[in-house]
């Protein structure tokens, strides 16, 4: 039996919610084999004064190179990396390994308000993890962070920030809208000469931790199983979307996306 590989390079989310742990409940529901390496655990609580635990480089190489030694990488996707060290690690690890097509979600502000990518980290994620990716997955927060502009609130807005990230060197942009309240759930993919939106309706929750990264890992699975870019986000779309409308609420803050959600539908 053949298998799509798909391999995600994230912080783990010790609520479950989120990073490592929503890329690989998405990957086994789209039906492609994940593996994982961990960047960082994170674990804020009020309990404890440190919340966020990086992992040492030595850790994350010899995750990297397991997946590529022992399985294969058809795609992978990258989430919370945190450091300039860490993305200098990957990138060149990346870079010598690859194979297969890259996602990279420029994850920075977690749902809970924690800074998830240091400030002297950005540039190095712009200028050498850019340029690798197939497609980068900025929100409106993040798109707006990395152009250095005071914000992004509106669609007109979306569609230039798509074209001036697009100049970072990723074959795609997508640009996603959802914290645009006064909008439909409205995203914006470029590639360099054509604009595509991907709408769809917006739904009243404050459930949606792990919607991005369950985002760019559905559309990391799809394109490991050879979809193109627009159908693979397409699907992405469908995917998150009912992830978040039957979104998980623990009655202890902001819940999770439920990623079975899209599987239950098709029942």
Known sequence: MTIARTLTIAGSAAQGSAGIQADLKTFQEREVYGMSAITAIVAN???????????????????????????????LKTGMLFTQEIIEHVSTIVTKERTGHIVVDPVMIGKMGSQLLRD???????????PLADIITPNTMEAAKLLEWKTIDNIEAMYQAAKELHQL????VLVKGGALADYP????????????????????????SGAGCTY??????ELAKGEEMEA????AKSFVTEAIRHALSFERGIGSTNHAAYRNKKL
């Open 216 to 221: 760019a890992a559905a559309i990391t699975a």
């Open 232 to 235: 693979a986000v397409t699907l």
């Open 120 to 130: 002297d980290a950005i540039v190095n994620m712009k200028e050498r993890l850019f």
């Open 45 to 75: 609580n009020a309990k404890t004064e440190q919340g966020i635990f990086t992992q040492p480089l030595e850790a994350i190489e010899a995750q990297l190179y397991s997946a590529f030694e022992h399985v294969g990488v058809d795609a």
């Open 169 to 172: 060197g990723s074959r795609y």
């Open 185 to 208: 759930a409205v995203d914006i993919l470029y590639d360099g000469n054509h604009f595509k939106e991907f709408r769809s309706e917006r739904i009243n929750t404050i459930h949606t």
